[in-house]
Structure formats: C-alpha cells, structure tokens
C-alpha cells in the first residue's frame, strides 16, 4: 500500500496529516489571535479613516450660492428693514414737532391755563411748595414752603382761571389777570388770609380747599416785571393777593421741625425784591388758537 502511494503520487503534493489533539489546539488558539488581530486592525483602521474624513464633500461644492448664504442674506434683510422703520420713525416725529410749538426757555414760551408749572423765588432759587402736612399755628391748614430741590413733585401747580372768569384751557395769561394756583398732588388752592406766619409773623400763605371748594381766598393778581403783555416763562412775575393786597413772599428764614430745611413763604404788602418769582420746570400747554 505504501509502494503504490509512493509510485502515484499525488498531483497536488503529498497529503497533510492531520494533527494530534494538542497540536490541533494550538492550531486553533493561532487562528484565533489571528482573527482577533485581523480584526482590531481592521476597526483601528475604520477608526482612523472616519477621523480624517473631509465633512465637505463634492456635492457640497457644488451647492448655489444661496444655499450656502442664507443665514448672512437673511441678517442683510432684517437689518434693512429695522433701518426703513428707523427712518419712517425719524420722519413721523419731525412732522409732529413741526405741527406742535416746541416749548423752550429761550423762545420765552407763553404760559397758558391749563400748564403744570414749578414757580421758583427768584433770589433763594428755591420753589414754591406744599405737602399734606398742617401748620401747628395760625389757621392750622396745610402748609405753603420754599423747598430747595429741583426734582420733587410736590412742588407743581396747575394754573387756573377764576370760576366766573371766561377763559378756558390754552389761553393765555395777560399782566393784571386775576389767576388761581391749585398744588396738583393735594388738590388744595394757594391761599393766603390775615393770620400770622409761622416764622417772620407776616400774612399766612397755605394750602386750602379742593377741586369743589374755593373763595376768594385763592385769587392773585400776576403783576409782570417790564413790557411784557403776557406771562412768560422766565419772566419776572410778581403775585398780589387779592383779599389782603400782601405779595407771594419768600426769603432764607428757614423751618426747624415741621419742614427742616425748608424756608418760609408769606405775604408781605410792601413791593420788594424777595417778591419776584419766575415759572421755571413744568409742562406748557400751547396757546389755543382763536377761531
């Protein structure tokens, strides 16, 4: 059997004997590591080449010029738009101001019944002022001061005609006119009567009435300083009161308790220097004109 095997032969070379047990382990545990390498180098590799991978492709290229833009086209047009609404803005208020007169000091703009004005004593500079707080002597009512500050809203007051006075709102105020002035928070009326002021002993000025009480209490004369017809703002005003004949007074005999810091305003009947007031902050309503 042995001859004849070595006389044939085989075509495709001697056969391969199939190994013992052990050698077959080995066989397979080598197979085994190959494959296992095979493979780790293999995803190693799919690993390194997704890390390298190019994100624009050739399609991406080839995209219009819109589809790449889009988002900068877009701010382009939204910024266009805000600056036509800008200008369309710009515009409207320009027409609006030169249909409506521009209040400023310079122009001397007329004061009307109707304006909320600060009036400010022309010396001290301080504004004439009321808050809901009493006098502890003389009429008890509410109390009429000098207030240093700019900025504090007790000291508007709204400028009113007499009730049996036919003039109305946007008129304007010419010197000798008989006015009233009603503080805009308390509602109360710039009064002044034969009690004695708090400090200096001269006429009381106060708060008194309401929107539905008033007398002749309330009423001024507005005496304007110079050529001027009508009252201004910035112009040197004085104001009479009509029942005692005292003027709108004021001077730097200031308040301890009540209202420290604050000075004294009164009605003194002599024309003096500490008399003399001038509409300062406020809003002006335009002259309304006749038909």
Same mark, same amino acid.
């Given at each position: ?45 799919? *690993? ?9 492709? #050739? ?28 200008i369309v803005l710009l515009l409207t208020l320009d027409s609006d101001f030169a249909s409506t007169p521009v209040s400023t000091a310079s122009e001397g703009v007329q004061i009307t019944y109707g304006s909320v004005i600060k009036l400010m004593h022309e010396r001290t500079k301080f504004?004439? @002022? ?7 002597s003389g009429s008890g009512q509410q109390s009429v001061t000098g207030f240093p500050n700019v900025d504090d809203s007790n000291s508007y007051w709204i400028v009113r005609p007499t009730p049996d006075s036919s003039d109305k709102q946007g008129d304007p105020i010419k010197s000798g ?40 209490? #309330?009423?001024?004369?507005?005496? *304007? ?15 009479? @009161? ?6 709108? @007074? ?42």
């Amino acid at each position: 059997m042995a001859l004849l095997f070595s006389r044939v032969g085989f075509p495709f070379g001697a056969p391969t004997v199939a190994p013992s047990g052990q050698q077959q382990h080995n066989n397979l545990t080598r197979r085994r590591s190959a494959q296992a390498s095979s493979s780790k180098n293999s995803g190693s590799s799919r *690993i390194v080449y997704r890390e390298f991978v190019n994100p624009s492709s #050739d399609s991406d290229l080839n995209l219009p010029f819109w589809q790449k833009t889009w988002f900068i086209l877009l701010l382009l047009v939204m910024a266009l738009c805000f600056f036509a609404l800008a200008i369309v803005l710009l515009l409207t208020l320009d027409s609006d101001f030169a249909s409506t007169p521009v209040s400023t000091a310079s122009e001397g703009v007329q004061i009307t019944y109707g304006s909320v004005i600060k009036l400010m004593h022309e010396r001290t500079k301080f504004r004439l @002022h009321s808050h809901d707080v009493p006098y502890g002597s003389g009429s008890g009512q509410q109390s009429v001061t000098g207030f240093p500050n700019v900025d504090d809203s007790n000291s508007y007051w709204i400028v009113r005609p007499t009730p049996d006075s036919s003039d109305k709102q946007g008129d304007p105020i010419k010197s000798g006119t008989i006015i009233r002035l009603q503080h805009m928070r308390t509602r109360r009326w710039l009064h002044s009567h034969l009690h004695a002021s708090p400090i200096s002993g001269n006429l009381e000025v106060s708060g008194f009435g309401g929107d539905g009480e008033s007398d002749t209490g #309330d009423y001024w004369r507005i005496d *304007i300083e110079g050529s001027g017809k009508t009252w201004r703002q910035d112009q040197r005003v004085r104001l009479r @009161h009509v029942d005692t004949g005292g003027y709108l @007074h004021s001077h730097d005999k200031k308040y301890n308790r009540i209202a420290g810091g604050q000075q004294e305003v009164c009605g003194v009947r002599e024309k003096r220097a500490d008399n003399v007031w001038l509409a300062a902050e406020g809003v002006y309503l335009p002259v309304t004109e006749s038909k």
